[in-house]
Nanobody, 118 residues
């Protein structure tokens, strides 16, 4: 069983930066994609950034050039560096580890709140 724990969220002013971390416990040998999602109040959950086992990445258009996803395999950790934050980035951010072929390998963290406000 895999457990994911996010950290690093908080309140930040527009234009500021935050670095989110997600640490996994348990075996993640079956995981081939690590990602960050977010869900703003009253809106659908959306994919923000993803990194695959081959280290390729993809981002939502709304965050390209501002957010960077990375991982540290030795620490079973995925990061999301968020720069130039905007009020519309306000949401609960969730990390997700999954296998794109085998759906039973699909794990979510509890979420961490990011609030961008002056």
């Amino acid at each position: 069983q895999v457990q994911l724990v996010e950290s690093g969220g908080g309140l930040v002013q527009p234009g500021g930066s935050l670095r989110l971390s997600c640490v996994a416990s348990g075996s993640i040998f079956s995981i081939n994609a690590m990602s960050w999602y977010r869900q703003a109040l009253g809106k659908q959950r959306e994919l923000v950034a993803i990194i695959f086992s081959g280290s390729s990445t993809d981002y939502a258009d709304s965050v390209k050039g501002r957010f960077t996803i990375s991982r540290d395999n030795a620490k079973n950790t995925v990061y999301l560096q968020m720069n130039s934050l905007k009020p519309e980035d306000t949401a609960v951010y969730y990390c997700n580890f999954r296998n794109w072929v085998e759906s039973k390998y699909d794990y979510w963290g509890q979420g961490t709140q990011v609030t961008v406000s002056s």
